[in-house]
């Protein structure tokens, strides 16, 4: 089926539209834009030049997808915001392009994104993931699948959240959020995040081995490295432990402190 765009949309003509969307008037698309099929684009949506959105996405009044990235670095460069499917931005959200060339800011599929929230350039966000009003993630950050901000988040640049977890509302973090964890709002471990873990395929053998390994990590009198190496010898082996090992292992600048 065609797409109905109102004739008093904005569209560069070499802007590439899919099937069956609905453009409102006013919306501004440039030229180097593709729009997947069944897209909904409400009025004074922006949707700039290197984004490639996939289909069924609704986006509200005021968003901006694929803006110049707010980096001093930036040059210029072509590069791209690649936006999934089935992925809603409300009202005033911002997602930035990446800054150098060939580089890539990535939202994947069935993605909320509530009012006023902001997603800057080259950073990575999964599947599934939630973030709240007023939320605003920096730079070069990496968002596995499943996690969830409450409003007015703040997460600082190339920080990770792993799968799973949910960072609480008001919290600026600086470190790296381990999976299936709640971060409280002074940015420490607020326990496993049972509820959301049990959404992600985790049995309630394995979710009390994800708290006994956490435990270790935060409860203990040992460096992380340490006890790291205790989960590995304490905890039964399986795919959710080994993901919690390699993630924390991989953290290039540590992770959020014990309670």
């Known amino acids: 089926m065609a797409s109905e765009i109102s004739p008093k949309a904005e569209i560069d003509p070499r802007a590439k539209i899919g099937n069956n969307c609905k453009i409102f008037p006013f919306v501004y698309i440039e030229g180097d834009v593709v729009?997947?099929?069944?897209?909904?684009?409400?009025?004074?949506?922006?949707?700039?030049?290197?984004?490639?959105?996939?289909?069924?996405?609704?986006?509200?009044?005021?968003?901006?997808?694929?803006?110049?990235?707010?980096?001093?670095?930036?040059?210029?460069?072509?590069?791209?915001?690649?936006?999934?499917?089935?992925?809603?931005?409300?009202?005033?959200?911002?997602?930035?392009?990446?800054?150098?060339?060939?580089?890539k800011t990535i939202i994947g599929n069935d993605n909320v994104l509530m009012e006023g929230a902001h997603i800057s350039h080259d950073t990575k966000v999964g599947n599934r993931c939630v973030f709240g009003y007023g939320t605003k993630i920096?730079?070069?950050?990496?968002?596995?699948?499943?996690?969830?901000?409450?409003?007015?988040?703040?997460?600082?640049?190339?920080?990770r959240v792993g799968r799973g977890s949910m960072i609480q509302a008001g919290t600026t973090f600086s470190k790296d959020v381990p999976p299936f964890i709640i971060c409280t709002k002074n940015v420490e471990y607020g326990g496993v995040n049972m509820q959301v873990a049990r959404l992600h395929g985790v049995d309630e053998?394995?979710?009390?081995?994800?708290?006994?390994?956490?435990?270790?990590l935060f409860h203990g009198k040992t460096s992380t490295f340490d006890a790291v190496n205790q989960i590995e010898e304490q905890v039964p082996d399986g795919p959710f432990i080994r993901h919690i090992i390699e993630f924390i292992r991989a953290s290039k600048i540590g992770i959020i402190t014990k309670m």
């Open 35 to 103: 729009i997947g099929d069944d897209c909904i684009i409400f009025p004074f949506v922006s949707i700039c030049n290197g984004t490639r959105m996939g289909n069924k996405n609704k986006i509200h009044q005021g968003t901006v997808i694929g803006a110049l990235p707010q980096d001093f670095e930036f040059c210029g460069e072509k590069t791209e915001c690649i936006v999934g499917d089935n992925n809603i931005f409300r009202e005033n959200v911002v997602v930035n392009r990446a800054t150098h060339k060939g580089g």
């Open 138 to 159: 920096a730079g070069d950050c990496e968002i596995e699948d499943g996690v969830i901000y409450s409003s007015s988040v703040i997460e600082n640049a190339k920080t």
């Open 205 to 216: 053998k394995t979710l009390k081995h994800l708290a006994n390994a956490y435990r270790l």
